[in-house]
């Protein structure tokens, strides 16, 4: 039987149109809160084989505990083969969105909004953009995302 890691390492590289677009829309989704001045809480959307979407939000923890448990849904999703309730089948793909800090090359922290995502069959990665003005509507700023490494797959 093979390893986690051999199925881990047989996985394709690059990221599918479906997964770039889900996680463009999380992306703009968390921007558009952050400009209006919101609270932008660990957001996790999940598309199952049929193209459903189904979006959690996770918040009344520390972050740590709220991105856990985030991951704990997919892998939840992925064994239980979707949810019911939000009327989501297989679980496909995935992406969570938090906000977070980025070191610069000086030690400086930026505001930044963290993106993990990943895609059955494909590796996992995770990027960030900085970002300035949040609640100042449209003088609201934000860089294109950056990578950040891959992560562990949860599907």
């Known amino acids: 039987m093979p390893s986690r890691e051999h199925k881990v390492n047989k996985r394709r590289d690059g990221v599918s149109p479906e997964l770039d ?10 921007f558009d809160v952050l400009a209006e001045g919101g609270t932008l809480n660990v957001v996790l959307a999940v598309e199952d084989d049929k193209g459903m979407v189904a979006s959690y939000e996770f918040s009344d923890d520390g972050p740590e505990e709220l991105l856990e448990e985030a991951r704990k849904r997919v892998l939840t999703l992925a064994r239980h083969a979707g949810d019911v309730e939000q009327n989501l089948g297989m679980p496909v793909r995935y992406a969570l969105v938090y906000e977070g800090a980025v070191a610069d090359e000086h030690g400086a922290y930026n505001d930044a909004v963290l993106l993990e995502f ?9 990027a960030f953009s900085l970002v300035e003005g949040k609640g100042k509507g449209d003088a609201f700023t934000w860089t294109d995302p950056a990578p950040a490494g891959e992560l562990e797959p949860l599907l």
């Open 21 to 30: 677009e889900l996680s463009s829309a999380l992306m703009g989704d968390a």
């Open 118 to 126: 990943g895609e059955r069959n494909y590796r996992s990665y995770s």
